[in-house]
């Protein structure tokens, strides 16, 4: 069970904004982008103003922003014909730079362990590769938690939530970086064991 299971639910709450979004000719790359570049701006804004408490009350805000948009840009090009090659690339990609771009820049926040966030980070994209690499060997794009995509916004939204409210890190956030890289590991074996387990090669031919 992860936060992803709750999407479903959210994709209905969103569905009158992605049928206004469509009617006025706004193309699922084009949120893609924006949620990409959207990203980009806000990490760029804490790493400028580690210091700032406004500058990481953004990150919270964003991340459920964002969230809105994947679903949205994922909704147009399923509901609305606007599958495309670019977009499977860009929905890709723009996952792995946006946590990056959103997650790195917390590294120069004054007691947050920076080694923490940049492994992390890492295992955001370790993760996402972990899901992506199922679909060449035969299986389908895996999803599984307990740390996908949605469970690190959540994380990092909170983290940068109890920061902007003026929190002082210490061991709290420590340990909470140091369970979601667990959490991050625990992650990437569950998506590559369910992935060979779908194709059934968990077993090595004699």
């Known amino acids: 069970m992860t936060i992803y299971d709750l999407k479903p639910?959210?994709?209905?709450?969103?569905?009158?904004?992605?049928r206004s979004l469509a009617a006025l000719g706004v193309t699922a790359n084009q949120v893609t982008?924006?949620?990409?570049?959207?990203?980009?701006?806000?990490?760029?804004?804490?790493?400028?103003?580690?210091?700032?408490?406004w500058a990481v009350l953004l990150v919270p805000g964003w991340l459920f922003i964002r969230m809105a948009l994947n679903a949205i840009d994922g909704m147009l090009?399923?509901?609305h014909r606007m599958q495309s090659r670019l977009g499977g690339i860009l929905n890709e990609l723009g996952d792995?730079?946006?946590?990056?771009?959103?997650?790195?820049?917390?590294?120069?926040v004054p007691g947050i362990s920076p080694h923490l966030v940049v492994a992390v980070v890492f295992l955001c994209l370790l993760t996402e590769m972990a899901g992506v690499v199922a679909v060449q060997i035969g299986a389908s794009r895996r999803y599984d938690g307990p740390m996908?995509?949605?469970?690190?916004?959540?994380?990092?939204?909170?983290?940068?939530?109890?920061?902007?409210?003026?929190?002082?890190?210490?061991?709290?956030?420590?340990?909470?970086?140091?369970?979601?890289?667990?959490?991050?590991?625990?992650?990437?074996?569950?998506?590559s064991a369910h992935a060979l387990r779908e194709t059934g090669t968990t077993r090595k031919s004699p």
């Open 9 to 18: 639910a959210f994709q209905n709450l969103l569905r009158p904004v992605c």
């Open 33 to 53: 982008l924006a949620a990409l570049f959207g990203s980009i701006l806000i990490g760029l804004l804490v790493a400028w103003f580690p210091e700032s408490r």
């Open 77 to 79: 090009a399923r509901e």
């Open 96 to 108: 792995v730079v946006s946590d990056a771009a959103l997650y790195l820049p917390l590294a120069r």
């Open 148 to 191: 996908g995509k949605s469970d690190r916004a959540f994380a990092f939204g909170l983290l940068a939530l109890l920061l902007g409210l003026g929190v002082h890190p210490g061991s709290w956030s420590t340990l909470g970086l140091a369970g979601v890289v667990v959490l991050a590991w625990i992650t990437v074996f569950n998506r």
